[in-house]
């Protein structure tokens, strides 16, 4: 498989996962109450990738809520592209966070505390307006 591709909903998020490039992306809002059945085919999707991979892998989490249901799962995620990382390949997870949600940038954070994998953060201003 290629591509991984699901949209979004009021409580998953937009999966795009491109195998091929190694481009993943997770975006939107991740509030599963049972989020086991939306991440065990992702898992899945990646342990298949790591035997595999692309050159470069990198995860871009975009994530405006998460609860502490999904965030095992999202946890998981980042601990098999480690895994990958310790493999000595070229893994880098991106970590977007919103300058006024201290506790997405924290989780991020203790993520990035548990594995060896390099973690870049990412800050975004809200109702950030620009004049042209």
């Known amino acids: ?27 939107g809002q991740c ?6 059945s939306f ?10 990738y790591i035997k ?10 975009n994530l405006s ?8 799962f999202l946890l998981n995620i980042v601990v098999l592209l480690d895994e990958l990382y310790q493999l000595n390949k070229d893994v880098k997870i991106r970590w977007v966070y919103n300058n006024d949600e201290d506790g997405n940038y924290e989780l991020g954070n ?8 390099p973690f ?4 975004t201003v809200q109702n950030f307006m620009t004049t042209i």
Do not use: W
């Open 65 to 72: 809520a998460i609860n502490i249901s999904s965030s095992k």
């Open 1 to 27: 498989m290629d591509l991984l591709y699901k949209e979004a909903t009021e409580n998953t998020p937009f999966v795009s996962f491109n195998f091929k490039k190694g481009l993943f992306i997770l975006e």
């Open 39 to 48: 991440f065990t085919s992702i898992e899945n999707h990646i342990r298949d």
């Open 52 to 61: 595999q991979p692309a050159e470069c892998t990198i995860l871009t989490l």
């Open 120 to 123: 870049e953060f990412i800050e």
């Open 31 to 36: 509030t599963l109450d049972e989020p086991e």
């Open 110 to 117: 203790d993520y990035a505390d548990m594995v060896s994998v």
